[in-house]
């Protein structure tokens, strides 16, 4: 499964086998770090925590960001604790190893590092300070240091791929003790001579500490004092942090899950993960993920995990976004198809329903705080975004769609086009602008006329994916005509039988809903967005129904809501939402966790969804 910890300065993946894949520093998503750390065991040969005959498990300790991995075999219990504290940089691992035999057990235990420093490596050096008892690699730009609260017993600073490589050494269960080594694969390993007595247990620390580096050595190994002598402390200040950054979650989700066991811990999860994703200056990725590519600041995947931070509670993040996102705005009022998170572009394609989702997004946000201030702070880039937002509403102005693979105008980008300028007209009202932006309220009109007349298929009895090129394909994103964003009525007869065209379009073996039946990403499989999308589309369904007295048809939508949102909570991994479930294995694929995929959840559990429509 793996998992993620981090703080906003620093994002680090934990692989599937306990692993240190790679570190995301000194922002949320860049510079990428490859680490490829290792563990491996000799006692007479090398057992690398790879190999076959391990057992392995992991998960989060409940209402903590620390992430643990057991490791087990016939011998011993070896038990990693991973996590990143708020107020350091460095990752703290905790090993915990029993013996599992009726006898005394001695062997090597050894840390081995192949980090390739920067988003473009370079040369770099490593050594180890012999009086500092660690570990330094570092370039012109960063400093890694790795030591431990154990003496460190034997140490190798080599090359990758050569007779003096750490690696080699640790096949053969020795360490050669070179104190330096430069290169572009340059790799390390320190080990422990570990004796545990019969049924007895062993404990220390790794740390891991990170900085930009000026050339000045002792500054990173005092700091590691000071984190190893401070680490009780540091732990319980993160503690505190994150309970107290979730809060009581029952306050924000409605009273049907108050009891439910199993939904709790995972919202609690699902929002860790969020503010996870949140970096420092305001950016916000899409997921922690390299293969697919998605750590990066969409527009869109921004406004549902802040839409879905607001709801519970968590004011200031979503407010820093909305900063960051006004200050990389393009002069014409848009913004580009994503950023990394220093701000500066990546790709520069253009998707108009990225501007309408980031003012539906802080439209909410003003409607559950109430402050004016906010508005008055981004009128300038809520007007500049209002005016773009007109031009292309009445221009039907074509673009990329939403899943970046097609060009035309789509039913899913005016749905957002008709949101982000309701919204902006919300908003205008705040600082008495309504008169100056009077023309927003004419093309918002213009929408609600035009696009049901342009967009629905007579002979189909269904609303159309695009026009201008016409695409009748079926695809979940058109349900974003009515939810979230309210162009057409949730209770309109051709918007219900374009949703359960939608269902009926996709039988997974494992269940769930696709995007498109043809879709051939990863294969092609159900995907937690769109499942949870229909659901929540069907769940209105039903409150409106009821609020009209037709209360037969009111529950069939209401089961039909339920039975998908339980499709994708079976599937949450302890509240880390895949992108994809793989339509006969049933687990998870692409990126893990998404970003959008936590947020529909969160959105589901709210109380009332009537502050996120338009």
Known sequence: MGGII????????????????????????????????????????????????????????EETNIFKTILEDDKIILTIKDFVPVSHNVIIRRLHIKNKLDKKLN???????????????????VRFLEDEGCIVKYNEKYVFCIGSNKKIDSFQCGNRYSKNSAYVDIENGLLMEHKESHGLMTDSAISWNIEIDKGKSLAFNIYILLQKFDGDLSIITEQLKIIMNNTVHIKDLSMNYWKNSIGNIKEHIHPQFHSDKEICPIAKRALMVLLMLCDKDGGIIAAPSLHPDYRYVWGRDGAYIAVALDLFGIRGIPDRFFEFMSKIQNDDGSWLQNYYTNGKPRLTAMQIDQIGSILWAMDVHYRLTGNRKFVERYWNTIEKAGNYLTSAALNFTPCFDLWEEKFG??????????????????????????????HWEKAIEFLKKEVPRRFYLEDEERFAKSI??????????????????NLIDVDDERMIKTAEAIENAFNYKVGG??????????????????????????????????EKNKNDMAEKYLKKSKK?????????????????????????????????SNAMFLIYLYKDDNVIIP
């Open 6 to 61: 981090g703080n906003n300065n620093l994002l680090v993946k934990i692989g599937d086998y306990g692993e240190i894949s790679y570190v995301f520093y000194p922002h949320v998503g860049y510079e990428t770090h490859f680490f490829d750390s290792a563990l491996a065991v000799y006692d007479k040969k090398v057992k690398w925590h790879w190999d076959d005959d391990w057992d392995i498990s992991q998960k989060y300790i």
């Open 409 to 438: 105008v789509f039913a899913y980008t005016m749905g957002a086009i008709y949101a982000g300028l309701k919204a902006a007209y919300s908003m205008s009202k705040a600082v008495d602008m309504r008169d100056k932006v009077k």
């Open 513 to 546: 809903i696709g995007r498109y039946p043809n879709d051939v990403y990863f294969g092609g499989n159900p995907w937690i967005i769109t499942t949870l999308w229909i659901s929540l589309y069907y769940r209105r369904l039903s409150k409106v129904l009821k």
């Open 468 to 485: 201008n090129p016409l695409d009748k394909e079926i695809d979940a994103s058109i349900l974003g005509l009515s939810y979230p964003f």
């Open 107 to 125: 062997f090597k235990l050894f840390f081995y590092e192949n980090l390739r420093i920067g988003e473009y490596p370079t040369e770099n050096a």
């Open 564 to 596: 998908l949102f339980d499709w994708a909570v079976k599937y949450s991994f302890n509240g880390l939402f895949p992108e994809q479930i793989h339509k006969d294995l049933g687990i998870p694929m692409s990126a893990m966790p998404l970003g959008w």
